[in-house]
T-cell receptor
């Protein structure tokens, strides 16, 4: 009954590497989100997308980019990973509609940049 | 400034105790979500509320729109309830998250 799938649970990358975090949802949702979660700071929005090829910056987009070529897939890209991007990354999706549309979260990717 | 404040930050309870976690928010909302995050990271949505009260098993969530306040109650707590509980409010497509309440239930 998995609805939002993130490609990796744990990832270790070197400083300067290009990193791709993938998120796939099977609910035909228009809206998809990428968050990072850090102790004491909670979840912070990096980017979101409200349709294929559409994207909006969130609160902390610096150092990140995103790609949404297909409706079901939303990729987060770290062009040149840095140690301050070590964090838990969470993907979410939500349909468009009234206030009663539920949001679903992935299982998270814990990224360590060394 | 935090749009969503949760209390307490940490909570330790004995098995069987009744638990309450509080959430206050300062923005107008479309809906409020209670989320559960177990060690390892995955987040599960427990409730989505826009008014009143919802119950699912031993979990009860209430919201008072006028007071901008919500509570999550756990009756007859169990060690498997140990997790971080996160309050999130949604305005349109924008989510605001609390920093979470870490609950430990001791056998």
């Amino acid at each position: 009954d998995v609805k939002v799938t993130q490609s990796s649970r744990y990832l270790v990358k070197r400083t300067g590497e290009k990193v791709f975090l993938e998120c796939v949802q099977d609910m035909d949702h228009e809206n998809m989100f990428w968050y990072r979660q850090d102790p004491g700071l909670g979840l912070r929005l990096i980017y979101f997308s409200y349709d294929v090829k559409m994207k909006e910056k969130g609160d902390i987009p610096e150092g990140y980019s995103v790609s949404r070529e297909k409706k079901e897939r939303f990729s987060l890209i770290l062009e040149s990973a840095s140690t301050n991007q070590t964090s838990m990354y969470l993907c979410a999706s939500r349909g468009t509609g009234d206030m009663n549309t539920e949001a679903f979260f992935g299982q998270g990717t814990r990224l360590t940049v060394v | 400034k935090n749009e969503v404040e949760q209390s307490p930050q940490n909570l330790t309870a004995q098995e069987g105790e009744f638990i309450t976690i509080n959430c206050s928010y300062s923005v107008g909302i479309s809906a409020l979500h209670w989320l559960q995050q177990h060690p390892g990271g995955g987040i599960v949505s427990l409730f989505m509320l826009s008014s009143g009260k919802k119950k699912h098993g031993r979990l009860i969530a209430t919201i008072n729109i006028q007071e901008k306040h919500s509570s999550l109650h756990i009756t007859a707590s169990h060690p498997r309830d140990s997790a971080v509980y996160i309050c999130a409010v949604r305005t349109g497509n924008q989510f605001y998250f609390g920093t979470g309440t870490s609950l430990t239930v001791i056998p």
